[in-house]
């Protein structure tokens, strides 16, 4: 019996020391701006977007997230995963779609989680990230890369930091978000959709769209959930030193 259960626990040690090892692989792979163009990033952007749909009291909603490892773990607006801790539902990309397995970890100020389907691919996941440390601009120009029906959309607008930055000491949400305007950026269904700047780079995922035909909606920095991602990585490596 202790031999079995000294096995089980080398099996969990591997498995958690895999995973460890792609969300650090991820993590350097956005990290280096120059490995890639600015094309490049976008088009496996737009690869790397995910159609979330989610299947909740008799109703469908469908929304957006990003890819982050082959073998399904991605990253999306909380709300978009509806309000059971086990989502019914699936995510789609190009060709297929998966069943979400589970949610393993939020942030609930943020709006934000990180998320695990069935599916195993070889998609290419590497792609610009902004860097937020540096300094806040205005963008002149913004694209929100969806997914609708395993297609992929692209509509543009226009981001300010500039309500945002007065605030930045007020609170995590504040902190975390910036607003953007388009006439058809800022809808119903594009929550979770990836908000990249002209330069390749992806800036944040749309959290909350628009009301009452205002067009604008707000969007979690990539900053935010990249800290999300790190978070999930310790809790992991914690469990596999068995502290």
Not at 35 to 61: F, H, K, M, P, T
Not at 152 to 168: E, K, M, N, P, R
């Given at each position: 019996?202790?031999?079995?259960?000294?096995?089980?626990?080398?099996?969990?040690?591997?498995?958690?020391?895999?995973?460890?090892?792609?969300?650090?692989?991820?993590?350097?792979?956005?990290?280096?701006?120059?490995?890639?163009?600015?094309?490049?990033?976008?088009?496996?952007?737009?690869?790397?977007?995910?159609?979330?749909?989610?299947?909740?009291?008799?109703?469908?909603?469908?929304?957006?997230?990003?890819?982050?490892?082959?073998?399904?773990?991605?990253?999306?607006?909380?709300?978009?995963?509806?309000?059971?801790?086990?989502?019914?539902?699936?995510?789609?990309?190009?060709?297929?779609?998966?069943?979400?397995?589970k949610i393993c970890a939020v942030s609930k100020n943020s709006d934000l989680a990180l998320a695990k389907a069935k599916m195993n691919n070889n998609m290419e996941i590497n792609y610009k990230i902004y860097d937020f440390s540096n300094s806040h601009e205005d963008f002149n120009l913004i694209k929100i890369i969806t997914r609708k029906d395993f297609l992929v959309h692209s509509s543009y607008g226009f981001v300010d930091f500039?309500?945002?930055?007065?605030?930045?000491?007020?609170?995590?949400?504040?902190?975390?978000?910036?607003?953007?305007?388009?006439?058809?950026?800022?809808?119903?269904?594009?929550?979770?959709?990836?908000?990249?700047?002209?330069?390749?780079?992806?800036?944040?995922?749309?959290?909350?769209?628009?009301?009452?035909?205002?067009?604008?909606?707000?969007?979690?920095?990539?900053?935010?959930?990249?800290?999300?991602?790190?978070?999930?990585?310790?809790?992991?490596?914690?469990?596999?030193?068995?502290?």
């Amino acid at each position: 019996m202790k031999i079995f259960e000294k096995f089980i626990k080398k099996v969990e040690r591997k498995r958690l020391n895999d995973l460890i090892s792609r969300l650090d692989s991820f993590s350097k792979q956005v990290s280096l701006k120059d490995s890639i163009s600015s094309y490049s990033s976008i088009q496996n952007l737009a690869d790397c977007v995910l159609e979330v749909r989610i299947n909740e009291n008799g109703n469908c909603y469908a929304s957006n997230g990003l890819l982050i490892t082959n073998d399904g773990y991605f990253l999306t607006a909380l709300h978009c995963l509806g309000s059971n801790p086990e989502p019914q539902g699936v995510v789609r990309d190009n060709h297929k779609e998966y069943n979400i397995e589970k949610i393993c970890a939020v942030s609930k100020n943020s709006d934000l989680a990180l998320a695990k389907a069935k599916m195993n691919n070889n998609m290419e996941i590497n792609y610009k990230i902004y860097d937020f440390s540096n300094s806040h601009e205005d963008f002149n120009l913004i694209k929100i890369i969806t997914r609708k029906d395993f297609l992929v959309h692209s509509s543009y607008g226009f981001v300010d930091f500039s309500f945002f930055l007065q605030y930045a000491n007020k609170s995590e949400m504040y902190q975390n978000h910036f607003s953007f305007t388009g006439y058809d950026v800022a809808i119903k269904g594009n929550s979770g959709g990836l908000i990249v700047n002209n330069q390749g780079e992806l800036i944040g995922l749309a959290s909350t769209c628009s009301k009452n035909g205002s067009y604008a909606g707000n969007a979690v920095k990539i900053s935010r959930a990249l800290s999300l991602v790190d978070t999930f990585k310790k809790t992991l490596e914690k469990k596999m030193t068995g502290n």
